[in-house]
């Protein structure tokens, strides 16, 4: 089955500074990729995802990139602030079969990020 | 904020006790799913479901059990055979089709004592 692996577990950037949260996984099939953001005591909530016929999304200061031969992609964060202190998952999904388990999302272990004043 | 809630906010449990854990959406959605999430683990996938009346296992299934009677309710029950319960429990939905977003609820924090 899909197993995703990120890093690093904890990011200390100045604010001001980018950010870069690493993802790989480990099924070619995998072809749905989002980013989850959880602050604290708070519930994950989706920032951006993309989709294995491209390579690049942005939106305002959130990117990401995949490298669909390398099975990598990543989260970068530009100009950051205080609060985008949070913990940050990736995952990733297939879609195939519907009514099986391949849609489902593998989820990597997350990303506590610290960005300090 | 979501239209997905879980109840209660924070449970206590004894040792040798059956607990459930509700989850209710009203986003008309087909799918729901439940996840175990500990320090440094990640969030994990325990059962999910993709139609009212149906539901398969995730990768914890142990010591859990759920149903889907309703398509807006899916409750989770952590039985006492599940050896390591105290953890936070998310509840998320989507809608059908393989590449829609999942909401999640704002969690059940579940303290065994």
């Known amino acids: 089955g899909e197993n995703v692996e990120q890093h690093p577990s904890t990011l200390s950037v100045q604010e001001g500074d980018s950010a870069v949260i690493k993802c790989t996984y480990s099924?070619?099939?995998?072809?749905?990729f989002p980013w989850y953001k959880q602050e604290l005591g708070k519930r994950p909530q989706l920032i951006i995802d993309?989709?294995?016929?491209?390579g690049e999304k942005k939106d305002q200061r959130i990117a990401v990139t995949l490298n669909k031969t390398a099975k990598h992609f990543s989260l970068h964060i530009t100009e950051t602030q205080p609060e985008d202190s949070a913990v940050y998952f990736c995952?990733?999904?297939?879609?195939?079969?519907?009514?099986?388990?391949?849609?489902?999302?593998?989820f990597g272990k997350g990303t506590k990020l610290s960005v300090k004043p | 904020d979501g239209g997905i809630t879980q109840s209660p906010k924070y449970l206590f449990r004894k040792e040798g006790q059956n607990v459930t854990l509700s989850c209710e959406q009203n986003l008309n959605h087909d799918a729901m799913y439940w996840y175990r999430q500990d320090p440094g683990q990640g969030l994990r996938l325990i059962y999910y479901?993709?139609?009212?009346?149906?539901?398969q296992k995730g990768d914890i299934a142990e010591g859990y059990s759920v149903s889907r009677e309703k398509k807006e309710s899916f409750p989770l029950t952590v039985t006492s055979a599940q050896k390591n319960p105290t953890a936070f429990y998310l509840c998320?939905?989507?809608?059908?089709?393989?590449?829609?977003?999942?909401?999640f609820g704002p969690g059940t924090r579940l303290t065994v004592l």
């Open positions: 998320a939905s989507s809608g059908r089709g393989p590449h829609n977003e999942q909401f």
């Open positions: 993309i989709r294995s016929n491209v």
């Open positions: 099924d070619s099939a995998s072809n749905y």
């Open positions: 995952a990733a999904s297939s879609g195939l079969n519907y009514g099986g388990s391949q849609g489902n999302l593998i």
């Open positions: 479901s993709q139609i009212v009346n149906d539901f």
